[in-house]
C-alpha cells in the first residue's frame, strides 16, 4: 500500500528545523508569525548533507496542509503568500560575529510564485550558509510540528532563545535582564514600545502565552521569576527542563491534534 498524502504530511512535519546558536543568540530582529512559520517551513527542508542553499518549490496547497493552514476559511491564499513572501524578503537584520564584528543579513534571495499552477519557488539568501549548513559544535535543532500550533509570535522566538540555552543539558537557569529578553523576542521599535515601558504587560500578554505554549507543544517546559531592583522589574529568571520522553510525545500528539482541528474548522459565517 502506497503513502497518502497525510503519510506525506505527517513526515514534512517531522522534519528538523536546525539554526546555530548564533542566527538565535545573537540577532535582534521581529517577524510575524507568518514570517516566522514560512521561514522555518523553508529551513526544514535543507538535507543534512546540503553544501548550499537550494531553490525549495512547493506548491501553496502542500504548504497550508504542512502548517496547519484552513484553505477554506482563508480563501485568497494566493495573495497571502504573495505578501508574507515579500514582507519577508524585505526584512533585513544584523548579527553579531564572534569577533564582535555585526553584518547585515537578508532572509530571502529570490522567490517567484504562480498563479496558474499555485506553485512557489523560493531560495534563501547564500549569506545565510555559515548559520545553517554543515554545522559543527553549538547548534539548536527542533522538530518544524512543535512551532506549528503555535499562535503568538513571541512563542516561537522564545521558544528558540530557551532551547539553544538548554542545549543537551536536562535542566538550566538562566537570567536575563528586562532589556536583553525583549530585544531578542523581537520587541523593538514602535511595535514593542507598550511592552518595553510596562513590564506587567510584557509578562501578562507576551511571556505568560508563550510559556503556556511550549509547555503545551514542544520538548521542553519552562518557569518564570521576576526580579526587581526597588520596584521595578529589571531582570526575568527562566527555569528551563527538558520533558522526559513520554511527556514530549504526548506534546506532539497534542500538536497533531490541534493543527487537525484547525484543518477542519469551518468558516464563521459574516452576518
Known amino acids: 500500500m502506497g503513502k497518502t498524502r497525510e503519510d506525506e504530511v505527517r513526515k514534512e512535519r517531522s522534519l528538523f528545523v536546525i539554526?546555530?546558536?548564533?542566527?538565535?543568540?545573537?540577532?535582534?530582529?521581529?517577524?510575524?508569525?507568518?514570517?516566522?512559520?514560512?521561514?522555518?517551513?523553508?529551513?526544514?527542508?535543507?538535507?543534512?548533507n546540503d553544501e548550499k542553499l537550494k531553490l525549495y518549490e512547493f506548491t501553496i496547497r502542500d504548504y497550508c496542509e504542512v502548517c496547519g493552514i484552513n484553505v477554506v476559511a482563508m480563501p485568497n491564499m494566493y495573495n497571502y503568500m504573495k505578501t508574507t513572501i515579500k514582507s519577508l524578503a524585505d526584512k533585513s537584520f544584523w548579527v553579531r560575529l564572534d569577533d564582535g564584528k555585526e553584518i547585515l543579513l537578508r532572509w530571502i534571495d529570490k522567490a517567484g510564485i504562480s498563479r496558474n499552477s499555485s506553485k512557489v519557488a523560493i531560495k534563501l539568501n547564500d549569506d545565510l550558509m555559515p548559520f545553517l549548513l554543515e554545522l559543527q559544535g553549538r547548534y539548536t535543532q527542533y522538530q518544524l510540528l512543535s512551532v506549528l500550533p503555535m499562535?503568538?509570535?513571541?512563542?516561537?522566538?522564545?521558544?528558540?532563545?530557551?532551547?539553544?540555552?538548554?542545549?543537551?543539558?536536562?535542566?538550566?537557569?538562566?537570567?536575563?535582564?528586562?532589556?536583553?529578553?525583549?530585544?531578542?523576542?523581537?520587541?523593538?521599535?514602535?511595535?514593542?514600545?507598550?511592552?518595553?515601558?510596562?513590564?506587567?504587560?510584557?509578562?501578562?500578554?507576551?511571556?505568560?502565552?508563550?510559556?503556556?505554549?511550549?509547555?503545551?507543544?514542544?520538548?521542553?517546559?519552562?518557569?518564570?521569576?521576576?526580579?526587581?531592583?526597588?520596584?521595578?522589574?529589571?531582570r526575568v529568571q527562566i527555569d528551563i527542563q527538558r520533558l522526559k520522553?513520554?511527556?514530549?510525545?504526548?506534546?506532539?500528539?497534542?500538536?497533531?491534534?490541534?493543527?487537525?482541528?484547525?484543518?477542519?474548522?469551518?468558516?464563521?459565517?459574516?452576518?
Open 151 to 234: 499562535k503568538s509570535k513571541y512563542s516561537i522566538r522564545l521558544y528558540e532563545v530557551l532551547r539553544a540555552e538548554l542545549q543537551d543539558k536536562t535542566r538550566k537557569e538562566v537570567t536575563y535582564t528586562l532589556d536583553e529578553l525583549q530585544e531578542r523576542l523581537g520587541i523593538t521599535g514602535e511595535s514593542g514600545k507598550s511592552y518595553r515601558s510596562n513590564p506587567a504587560m510584557f509578562r501578562k500578554f507576551v511571556m505568560d502565552g508563550a510559556l503556556e505554549e511550549i509547555a503545551l507543544y514542544t520538548d521542553i517546559t519552562a518557569s518564570a521569576e521576576y526580579l526587581k531592583a526597588g520596584r521595578r522589574i529589571d
Open 245 to 271: 520522553d513520554a511527556q514530549a510525545m504526548s506534546n506532539t500528539l497534542r500538536a497533531e491534534r490541534e493543527l487537525y482541528q484547525k484543518e477542519q474548522q469551518k468558516p464563521t459565517a459574516t452576518p
Open 19 to 48: 539554526k546555530s546558536n548564533a542566527l538565535i543568540q545573537k540577532t535582534r530582529y521581529e517577524l510575524s508569525l507568518e514570517e516566522q512559520r514560512l521561514l522555518l517551513y523553508l529551513i526544514s527542508k535543507i538535507k543534512p
